[in-house]
């Protein structure tokens, strides 16, 4: 896919003209109607104010300094009132279209600047907290809970504006109809206070809710990565039935969830109907005389009333929801991290003089001022939990420029503990560990995304051509490219599905060398390739690639300790040797028996049957058998999204109402609500009116009548009281039924 071209946004050079009656956006508006859609080549670029960078940095800015200054008790929603300030309350000081374009504008950049502090939450964590967080709650903090500051701060002016509303009003009332308004200002002021207990309510209800669909999500994400297991062992019945409990559990609470909300809509709905009911009943039972003029001003201020307890139960609502998303955000910007930022070396560390620096060609010690890379450990005691049955203990030595330090050992000693806790994954209770330079770390499980390979190894870096062919050589892909009809430029599908193990470990390695960091941490990248692939890895990429790095591997293959610079043998989590290998062999027994051990190990491991699971990936794409039709199907999976255009076909709306109720029984519901509804509103309105008239001619309170008006108002002027009661207690009456 091409990348887009540049299009500046028109705003940018907009007049004042233009941005108070937004005429600047009709040229887009002009190709939407043209062209009956909206193509993203189309769109302009987006304005600077909305880039994430600068929205993420004041944000998590804000959020330290409130972390710094109550420790205790930080709070992600002071953060964000201080990174916001009193903006969102002027914008409601606008107009009304530049209110609403200037407070979506507001919410779309805070939402922006929550995903950005998410994200780089996401990037500190410790494995441990990622361990403790599932991928669906993660997903719900982006897609639900980070979208809630944007429903509020769009709701939030709404809040003292209808409270202003309310009160404004209320004086009008007093003024036209005395005390009588006391009656509509009460069942008000009793609305806004079941309006908070019921956004109190659904707060906790939306955590109910919020808890079964990240279960959902997180069952959902398995089942997804599992798909191959899934399908082998036939467990799709099952796993459709779990989701279908689950599912059932999440609309439940859904349902419940809507009970409050439906009561609060009913009253907000009623409000001028049960009002007027309390007025008139009211005044009909103390005999207060009310006519036409009555009912038109209570009909103005009450319909005006009704919209502002509407949006000021909204406003509560989309603010409580936004407060209940807030905390779980906190929580989880409150989970521990790694602490490879404190063992990076500061730039101070760094500059000291060099007092072991090889010579490559007479290993002398040079003194120097210049900058320094090396690793400096002195772990006594590292483990995940603090009182964790494994720990790490006494794990000491130094690393510089051209070490290849190898680590070997049994099965479960802690040689991939040793990297961890070199990047901070382990956190250490006794000793000191320092990093002097930028690190690259390769998990003993390679990590693919899906896009193309080369993507995969560029990981967001410019493309070097020369480079590029360089890492690709080092690591033998340049045969893998020549069978793919797409070469580097294959798409590899969810987690490498189309790669098999070796080459998700070269595309891993490939990624890593890309980088040019000074420090590598190698967990045993050989074990997914055969004899001769690792020989080439180990050989180009390692001693030839990086052979001016910093290098520390974990493995199993033997054959290569004697070329390593120092051999570090754990045993239980400690350090019980180390040396070169010339150095073991001679002087130590126990290093002999480890190596015919781990010999011994491999050759069982050879001797087993291949995996039939860890076949099915390779032969998509190493069989000289199927080359053809996998390089086909290649070809063909790289083709762009589409987008569908036009409405929302009525079929749509059919299936919806056949999967509910029926066709023909839905259609008949929905318009039966809506007339019946319409009808009911209009017939209040109607009837309130006329028994207005009735009071007025009661009373001669009309001059100039029509001759039917006059010929009414004698009909009601000759009724005694005894006649005159009983029509208006049936007015009453038909009113309240």
């Known amino acids: 896919m091409a ?18 009656f937004h005429s600047w956006i009709s040229k887009l508006l002009d190709e939407s109607h ?41 709070n992600l929603f002071r953060a964000t009132v201080r990174t916001m300030g009193w903006q969102p309350f002027l914008i409601g000081c606008q107009f009304i279209p530049q209110f609403y374009f200037s407070i979506h504008g507001y919410g779309a950049q805070m939402r922006v600047a929550y995903h950005g502090l998410i994200y780089r939450k996401i990037l500190r964590l410790s494995s441990r907290s990622l361990n403790n967080m599932s991928s669906g709650e993660i997903v719900n903090l982006f897609s639900n ?24 009003m209320a004086v009008f009332f007093w003024y036209f109809v005395n005390y009588i308004a006391c009656i509509a200002i009460g069942y008000t002021l009793m609305l806004i206070l079941l309006v908070s ?40 019945s099952a796993f459709e039935k779990k989701i279908r409990s689950i599912r059932k559990r999440e609309i439940i609470q859904h349902a419940l969830r809507l009970i409050p909300e439906t009561i609060e809509l009913l009253f907000s709905n009623t409000y001028v109907c049960v009002t007027f009911f309390m007025m008139y009943a009211a005044m009909w039972s103390l005999d207060i005389p009310f006519d036409t003029r009555f009912f038109t001003v209570a009909t103005c201020f009450l319909t005006h009333l009704k919209f502002s307890i509407w949006i000021f139960g909204s406003s509560i609502r989309h603010f409580v929801n936004y407060l209940a998303a807030a905390r779980r955000i906190q929580t989880f910007l409150l989970l521990d991290e790694s602490d490879r930022d404190r063992r990076l070396m500061s730039e101070s560390d760094r500059k000291l003089p060099m007092d072991r620096i090889r010579n ?57 503990s040793i990297l961890q806790s070199l990047t901070g994954e382990i956190p250490y209770f006794d000793g000191k560990v320092r990093l002097g330079g930028s690190f690259c770390y390769l998990p003993q499980e390679p990590w693919i995304f899906s896009s193309t390979i080369k993507k995969n190894i ?24 020549a069978q793919l009809s797409c070469g580097m430029n294959t798409l590899v599908g969810d987690q490498g599905v189309m790669l098999s193990g070796g080459q998700k470990a070269r595309v891993n390695m490939a990624r890593a060398l890309y980088r040019d960091a000074d420090i590598y941490l190698l967990d045993d990248p050989l074990s997914a390739v055969d004899v001769k692939v690792s020989k080439h890895i180990f050989e180009r990429s390692i001693k030839n690639f990086l052979c001016d790095k910093i290098c520390i591997l974990v493995t199993h293959q033997i054959q290569f300790l004697e070329d390593a610079t120092k051999i570090i043998v754990l045993e239980n989590g400690e350090m019980v040797q180390t040396g070169t290998y010339d150095e073991l062999r001679a002087n130590s027994s126990s290093f002999n ?6 010999h011994q190990q491999k050759q069982e491991q050879l001797e087993c049957p291949i995996n039939i699971l860890r076949r099915l990936p390779s032969r998509c794409l190493t069989s000289t058998e199927n080359e053809n039709g996998d390089a086909s199907s290649l070809r063909d999976s790289q083709t762009l999204e589409t987008k569908e255009k036009g409405s929302v076909k009525s079929s749509v709306y059919i299936a919806y109402l056949r999967e509910g109720v029926g066709i023909f029984l839905g259609v008949f519901i929905l318009i039966s609500m809506f007339s019946f509804r319409e009808v009911i509103y209009v017939v209040h309105g109607w009837w309130l009116a006329r028994w207005s008239d009735d009071e007025g001619y009661r009373r001669q309170n009309f001059n100039n009548c029509t001759t039917m008006i006059d010929q009414k108002i004698n009909i009601i002027s000759s009724m005694n009281e005894t006649q005159w009661n009983v029509y208006r207690n049936s007015r009453f009456d038909f009113y309240c039924g």
């Open 197 to 236: 207990l019921i956004g109190s309510l659904l707060v906790y209800l939306r955590r109910k809710v919020l808890k079964v669909t990240d279960e959902r999500v997180k069952t959902m994400s398995e089942i997804i990565k599992s798909m191959r297991i899934v399908k082998l062992y036939c467990w799709e």
């Open 34 to 74: 043209q062209q009956k859609t909206l193509n993203l080549v189309d769109l302009y670029d987006l304005l600077p104010e909305y880039e994430s960078i600068n929205l993420t940095e004041k944000l998590e800015n804000h959020w330290f300094d409130d972390m710094r200054h109550h420790p205790d008790n930080p």
């Open 360 to 416: 490559d060609e007479n290993n002398i010690v040079l003194n120097s001022t210049k900058k320094i890379v090396k690793v400096e450990c002195r772990l006594q005691r590292a483990a995940w939990e603090h009182d964790g049955l494994f720990k790490l203990k006494n794990i000491i030595f130094d690393a510089y420029p051209g070490d290849l330090i190898c680590i070997i050992g049994p099965v479960g000693c802690g040689k991939s």
């Open 458 to 481: 560029l990981f967001g870096k410019d493309f070097d051509p020369q480079l590029f062919q360089r890492v690709v050589s080092a690591t033998a892909l340049g045969a893998d490219f």
């Open 145 to 168: 809970d980070a979208g809630q500051i944007e429903m509020a701060l769009q709701s939030i002016n709404f809040l003292w504006i209808a409270l202003l509303d309310i009160m404004t």
């Open 593 to 598: 028996r480890l190596l015919e051990n781990i």
């Open 3 to 20: 990348p887009k071209q540049s299009k500046p946004s028109p705003f940018l050079k907009a007049n004042t003209w233009s941005r108070t």
